[in-house]
């Protein structure tokens, strides 16, 4: 065998002989405290390119709310760039309670 096969069969062995080290681990919680601590366990890809497709629209959704925390989630799960140049600026024009509402 080639080296690059007998690697790949010495990380095989590897996973096969701590399988069940391995499936307690995924059992257990994960503490993760902030977005170093995901990066650090999880990694990152830091030359990935998000695709404009058809599916990246704006939204009027404020910046904070839950419609807009929803619509980022979105574009990551998609791949898509998070940030549209259309999506909504500010908060003018919108009107709500700033509080409760009194009797």
Known sequence: ???????????E?????NEPQLEAQAR????????????????????????????FCPTDAPAGSPAKVQVLAERVRKGLPLW??????????LVGTTGRARD
């Open 13 to 17: 062995n590897l996973l096969e002989k």
């Open 84 to 93: 549209h140049p259309e999506d909504r600026m500010s908060y003018n024009g």
């Open 28 to 55: 257990q919680p994960r503490r993760i405290h902030n977005v170093f601590d995901e990066i650090q366990e999880m990694g990152h890809d830091e030359f990935f390119i998000p695709a404009v497709t058809d599916e």
């Open 1 to 11: 065998m080639n080296e690059v096969n007998d690697k790949v069969e010495t990380k």
